[in-house]
Nanobody
Framework: QVQLVESGGGLVQAGSSLTLSCVAS????????MGWFRQAAGKERLFVAA???????????DYSDSVKGRFTISRDYANNAVSLHMNSLEPGDTAVYYC???????????????????WGQGTRVTVSS
């Protein structure tokens, strides 16, 4: 059974950078989508970014409009890991961030939490103004 463990959250000032990491154990995830979601206090869990390997040297990455240009997702397929590099952090980025993975060969909407069957425990990111 796949397990995900996140790390890297913390308290930072606006304009700072932070990198979140997620390591998976229990199976190969090369054909699955790995993504990041976040959930602010009292709000729903929202898509942040995801990446999938399309075969050969082709990869696809997707970002929410709110983080595009500031956040970068990167996967280490050899080590079943995914990172989220966050630049120019804003107070609105404050949330608990979750790593998640879909079943293999997942083709539905990446942005929906329901498509992901395994989740990490979450890591908190707080951005002060």
């Amino acid at each position: 059974q796949v397990q995900l463990v996140e790390s890297g959250g913390g308290l930072v000032q606006a304009g700072s950078s932070l990198t979140l990491s997620c390591v998976a154990s229990g199976g190969s995830l090369n054909r699955a989508v790995m993504g990041w979601f976040r959930q602010a206090a009292g709000k729903e869990r929202l898509f942040v970014a995801a990446e999938s390997w399309l075969g050969l040297d082709s990869y696809y990455k997707d970002y929410s409009d709110s983080v595009k240009g500031r956040f970068t997702i990167s996967r280490d397929y050899a080590n079943n890991a995914v990172s989220l590099h966050m630049n120019s952090l804003e107070p609105g980025d404050t949330a608990v961030y979750y790593c998640a993975v879909t079943p293999e060969y997942y083709t539905d909407d990446w942005h929906l939490p329901g498509g992901y069957h395994t989740w990490g425990q979450g890591t908190r990111v707080t951005v002060s103004s």
